[in-house]
């Protein structure tokens, strides 16, 4: 047995190569620049709870956005109408639809044609498909609605969020801000990520502003009391009422600069405006014509300022003062600068990290993943000697490529990315478990050296694949359900696996089959330094003895843990319920008590603390606040303003606003992700094994999940995303553990068929029952240490993973199993009858 050289030489280069594009991962800056240019420099980039800054997703509004495409073609139809000589008796608009009334039912069918024909012109203006762009509904003989398809709709919308992309990325760069990340989301959503400690009252004002500026004349309230044809009142921030014509004089589209600056006479920052040639030529028109009247500068429905006309202005030239900031001066000079956004945009979503939390966080699962991979590599070394520093060079082998990978393809590593970086040591491990105690079973049957390698790893090949690629289709799914830093764990943690594979079956072998060659050994003895194994060779267990307490312990605690889902329920998180949720860290011990009372007096519904990593620290949750996104963002700035009150030395470092519709979208991927996942389950044992395998392992996992659930309810465990991420991680693993014994039952059954249905699970389970232990004990010590230092961050998935691979080990042998005896029995006695 030897190995192939050209096979050799491939492994040799693919390693080389991943530790070259992950050396820069390990390296300062100064080091990296000393390094000749052909070599690889790129880094794995740290998400934002990794270095802090503030992630955003803004929704078109759909509603405001339709009703301003019809607002805006209303009075060209109304002038249209009466040009072609059409009379009708009104016209109106109702949100979301245009109303028109004529005096008789024999004028309907021209108006309806006029109508067709004005549509179809503006569409061919625009470039847009002229037909399926609106829809006239008959309301009477003498009443007409007409609204926008879906089609017109979703075909308007995404042209305005191209628009807007480009508009938000010039106010995000003319504030110089370095490396955003702005993506569509979605026909109607952009997601903004900005690394950094950031201002999220100043983000807010620049994303969430619409900026649509324009001028109007201002009536006399006196003058024209009970005028409203035409007219509509609007406010300043002060609260003060202005009767504003309707009619734009000059819109904000002739503007070509903007300046914020400190006016000399006033000291107060204003904000200087220019306008490009058609623009200045309408300002001189509207200043000459409207000398002694007030000219009302209006941005976004509100009242900036509305100074009085002293004279004409030919240089196209203008001041706008009002109660500015200098900070809030120079964000209304770059929303003017970039433009108008085409659609008003609400931020359904808002997560702010503090760049020292991040720094905490790294710090943390730094310190998670030593103390996980010294965990696992002195049991290595237990388990199995000095063949285990060999599957320790592969799990050391296995980090780097994994690193290699994420750094060329420019992946995010995240906070749960690093726990998926962790346990993907642990499915390493399990690998080089599996490979190594089957060439243990070989070498006892006294066959050579080489039979013993070859065979060992032909009967790990297909266990292997088997579990881990149901692990792959766990977290492949989990990428498409989940969002944000779930997304970084799912993208980690199925490079590991993938990575895993490759090592345990090519790197391993190749180097097992050097060594041996090398020190010509005679035969191999994989000893533990213990001197005896953990688990005894050759057990003989009646496990199915206790068939009926496995399982009937089983359901107690299942029933128990769905009682407790009833009345207790579950904590959800903010991914779930929405909501604005803020993290304080104190310099010393809070009273709570204290702070409810305070925060009570400011008027926000119901408040819900939670401590975290330790006395000092906690969370505040609030409802979602009625008003939109501006009342989020005003109730937070409020809360904030109270905390740094009642707690001087306090730091906020990370606050979150979740939306309704975002908080539903969550659940229903979560709950999809779950389905989805148990039924590809289903579907891969069924068909690489048999349906009644596959029915005992879904039945196993149903009951797995609910013991989890349990879990949360009992200890209060937040339930976010990162808790479904730990759910789907656990199926994968469940299933995971039961293909080892599955995959045993299968061999058996080809080799000893003389034996009962019974005996033979038995004897599979005795002989997988070492494989089974070693791989759990090597994964619950791949997550212990982020359950104990992870922080509150991966607790909720590094906790309930500890508690899933105690419930997936011990359901495989003790639930599994016997349904699977329960099904042959039925199986059987169906056949002979």
């Given at each position: ?30 080091a ?18 990794l ?68 549509f ?23 009443d ?33 801000i ?58 300043d ?44 030529r ?9 000398i002694?009247r ?88 237990v ?38 970086i ?16 089957r ?46 830093p ?68 089983s ?24 909501g ?19 925060l ?5 519904g ?6 975290f ?21 005003r ?20 606050t ?164 699977l ?13």
């Amino acid at each position: 047995m030897r190995n192939n050289p050209w096979l050799v030489s491939l492994y040799a280069v693919i390693c080389c190569i991943g530790m070259l594009i992950a050396l820069p991962n390990f390296l300062s800056q100064s080091a990296l620049d000393a390094f000749p240019s052909f070599v690889p420099k790129n880094r794995v980039a740290l998400g934002l709870d990794l270095r802090g800054g503030s992630h955003l997703v803004l929704e078109a509004d759909e509603e405001d956005f339709v009703g301003g495409l019809l607002q805006m073609h209303l009075y060209d139809l109304q002038s249209f109408l009466k040009k072609e000589g059409v009379n009708i008796l009104s016209l109106r608009q109702m949100k979301n639809k245009v109303s028109i009334s004529f005096f008789d039912s024999i004028s309907k069918g021209n108006v309806i044609d006029k109508v067709r024909f004005f549509f179809r012109g503006i569409a061919f203006k625009l470039n847009l498909d002229q037909k399926n762009n609106f829809l006239i509904t008959q309301n009477s003989d003498q009443d007409i609605s007409i609204v926008l398809t879906p089609y017109k709709i979703d075909q308007a919308i995404a042209r305005a969020i191209e628009q807007s992309m480009e508009i938000v990325r010039q106010r995000i760069d003319q504030m110089g801000i370095s490396e955003p990340t702005i993506q569509r989301l979605g026909s109607n959503r952009i997601l903004i990520q900005l690394p950094g400690e950031q201002n999220p009252s100043r983000l807010r004002q620049l994303l969430g502003t619409t900026a649509k500026m324009s001028f109007h004349n201002v009536l006399s309230n006196n003058r024209n009391k009970g005028f409203a044809l035409g007219a509509s009142f609007l406010r300043d921030n002060n609260g003060n009422q202005y009767l504003v014509e309707d009619k734009i004089q000059i819109s904000g589209t002739h503007l070509n600069g903007a300046v914020a600056r400190f006016d000399p006479k006033t000291n107060q920052p204003v904000v200087d405006i220019s306008f490009d040639d058609i623009g200045s030529r309408l300002f001189f028109e509207v200043t000459r014509n409207n000398i002694g009247r007030s000219l009302a500068v209006v941005l976004d429905g509100k009242v900036l300022t509305a100074p009085v006309i002293n004279q004409a202005i030919p240089n196209g030239k203008a001041q706008i003062s009002g109660n500015f900031t200098i900070e809030t001066a120079g964000v209304l000079a770059v929303m003017l600068r970039a433009g108008a956004l085409p659609v008003k945009l609400n931020i359904v979503e808002e997560r702010s990290v503090g760049a020292d939390l991040g720094g905490d966080s790294i710090y943390k699962g730094t310190y998670a993943i030593l103390a996980g991979l010294v965990l696992i590599i002195l049991f290595m070394i237990v388990l199995y000697g000095r063949w285990g520093l060999l599957a320790n060079f592969s799990i050391l082998l296995n980090i780097i490529l994994t690193l290699a990978l994420l750094s060329l393809l420019g992946a995010t590593l995240t906070l749960p990315g690093i726990a998926g970086i962790v346990l993907g040591i642990g499915l390493a491990v399990d690998s080089n478990i599996l490979v190594n105690e089957r060439i243990r079973e070989e070498s006892r049957k006294n066959k050579s050296v080489f039979y013993s390698l070859d065979m060992g790893f032909s009967r790990a090949y297909s266990t292997i694949v088997d579990s881990n690629l149901t692990a792959l289709i766990s977290t492949v799914i989990l990428f498409f359900c989940g969002s944000g830093p779930v997304r970084g764990f799912a993208v980690t943690m199925g490079l590991s696996i993938v990575v895993s594979m490759f090592t345990a079956i090519s790197i391993v072998r190749a180097m097992m089959i050097f060594i041996v060659r090398y020190k010509k050994i005679k035969s191999i003895n994989i000893r533990s330094l213990l001197g005896f194994s953990l688990i005894p060779d050759h057990t003989t267990i009646r496990f199915m003895k206790a068939r009926f307490v496995g399982i009937g312990t089983s359901i107690i605690l299942s029933i128990a843990s769905i009682a407790l889902l009833f009345t207790h329920g579950l904590n959800y998180g903010i991914d779930f319920d929405g909501g604005i949720q803020i993290g304080v860290y104190a310099d010393k011990p809070v009273d709570l008590s204290i702070v409810r009372s305070n925060l009570e007096s400011l008027q926000i519904g119901d408040i819900s603390f939670q401590s975290f990593d330790g006395d000092k620290n906690f969370l505040v949750r609030l409802k979602y606040q009625p008003g939109g996104s501006p009342a989020q963002a005003r109730v937070l700035e409020e809360v904030k303003k109270k905390i740094t009150e009642i707690i001087p030395f306090s730091k906020i470092p990370h606050t979150e606003i979740v939306g309704p519709k975002i908080s539903r979208e969550l659940i229903r991927k979560g709950v999809l992700g779950v389905v989805l996942s148990a039924l590809a389950m289903f579907i891969y044992i069924w068909i690489r094994f048999e349906w009644h395998f596959a029915v005992g392992a879904i039945t196993t996992l149903v009951l797995d999940i609910t013991k989890t659930l349990g879990l949360f309810s009992l200890f209060d465990l937040e339930f976010n995303l990162t808790a479904v991420a730990a759910i789907l991680t656990l199926i994968g693993y469940s299933v995971n553990d039961k293909i080892v014994v599955y995959d045993c039952m299968r061999k058996n059954m080809r080799l000893s068929s003389a034996l009962s249905f019974r005996n033979l699970i038995d004897k599979s389970i005795n002989e997988t029952l070492g494989r089974s232990v070693y791989t759990s004990m090597s994964a619950f010590l791949s997550v212990l240490p982020m359950a104990i230092w992870g922080g509150s961050v991966v607790s909720s998935f590094a906790i309930p993973m500890a508690f899933g691979i105690f419930i997936a080990a011990s359901s495989s042998v003790f639930i599994a199993a016997p349904i699977l005896l329960f099904i042959g029995d039925w199986r059987f006695k169906n056949t002979t009858r």
